[in-house]
T-cell receptor, first 114, second 111 residues
Framework: SQTIHQWPATLVQPVGSPLSLECTVEGTSNPNLYWYRQAAGRGLQLLFYSVGIGQISSEVPQNLSASRPQDRQFILSSKKLLLSDSGFYLC?????????????FGEGSRLTVL | EDQVTQSPEALRLQEGESSSLNCSYTVSGLRGLFWYRQDPGKGPEFLFTLYSAGEEKEKERLKATLTKKESFLHITAPKPEDSATYLCAGPSSGGYNKLIFGAGTRLAVHP
């Protein structure tokens, strides 16, 4: 069966510090991968998606970046965090070519920037 | 602008009190609408896909329906374990890789 792991689960970072969130998927090949952010009381905002190694589409201009160094690994990074980067970050995968709207989400990473 | 709007923002029900959640969707051409359940501090869990007006899907006490412009999630005789945030989403004009999520309806079912 497929599983998705995301870490760390929680982190508190000072403004201006770097960030690295990691996500890996097991049990499937060639998945589409996504990073979403969820602010309190708001819907999920798509940040990045990837359809293959090294292929990243950015949806929202910001100081975040994403990389996909391996087929089932997706990393969200920042060189210098802003207060506005606080939120709940979710990694997700979907089957390549799927059009069902079915995303499988990780458990999320709660980031607090102070 | 592509948009998904959910109402109400929050709903409090007594156990056994049936109700419906609404999701309206404004994207040129309806190409599917999707429902998710999210428990506090967790990632969303996929529930249903609806593609065509008139389509219905059921799972336990939940039934999702779709019209030309909106979807309803009907909850029949809810139990406390149905308490969660229910999200709906639709593909943007950019396609199924770019789902637009509504802000969700927070459902609380009290015994």
């Amino acid at each position: 069966s497929q599983t998705i792991h995301q870490w760390p689960a929680t982190l508190v970072q000072p403004v201006g510090s770097p960030l690295s969130l990691e996500c890996t998927v097991e049990g499937t090949s060639n998945p589409n991968l996504y990073w979403y952010r969820q602010a309190a009381g708001r819907g999920l905002q798509l940040l990045f998606y990837s359809v293959g190694i090294g292929q990243i589409s950015s949806e929202v201009p910001q100081n975040l970046s994403a990389s996909r160094p391996q087929d089932r690994q997706f990393i969200l990074s920042s060189k210098k965090l802003l207060l506005s980067d606080s939120g709940f970050y979710l990694c997700a995968w979907s089957a390549r070519g799927g059009a069902t709207g079915e995303l499988f989400f990780g458990e999320g990473s709660r980031l607090t920037v102070l | 602008e592509d948009q998904v709007t959910q109402s109400p923002e929050a709903l409090r029900l007594q156990e056994g009190e049936s109700s419906s959640l609404n999701c309206s969707y404004t994207v040129s051409g309806l190409r599917g609408l999707f429902w998710y359940r999210q428990d506090p501090g967790k990632g969303p869990e996929f529930l249903f896909t609806l593609y065509s007006a008139g389509e219905e899907k059921e799972k336990e006490r939940l039934k999702a329906t779709l019209t030309k412009k909106e979807s309803f999630l009907h909850i029949t005789a809810p139990k406390p374990e149905d308490s969660a945030t229910y999200l709906c989403a639709g593909p943007s004009s950019g396609g199924y890789n770019k789902l637009i999520f509504g802000a969700g309806t927070r459902l609380a079912v009290h015994p």
